[in-house]
């Protein structure tokens, strides 16, 4: 995902990773521009899912 894909949508992503992993914390999934990097290693690190695997995961939420 780019950088305005991921801005634009997070906070309907959000909710829809939350339902899908509900150990996931606010902290978690906080999102700040020019850091999407550090969000994607939560991501990886929670779910297990490789960096692509993540992309890939929330393009299909």
Avoid: A, F, P
């Amino acid at each position: 995902m780019d950088r305005l894909e991921l801005k634009g949508t997070w906070n309907e992503l959000k909710g829809k990773v939350k339902q899908e992993y509900g150990d996931l914390t606010d902290d978690d999934l906080m999102y700040e521009e020019g850091k999407e990097d550090e969000l994607y290693g939560r991501l990886q690190q929670k779910t297990g899912k490789t960096r692509e695997g993540v992309i890939d995961w929330l393009r299909s939420l």
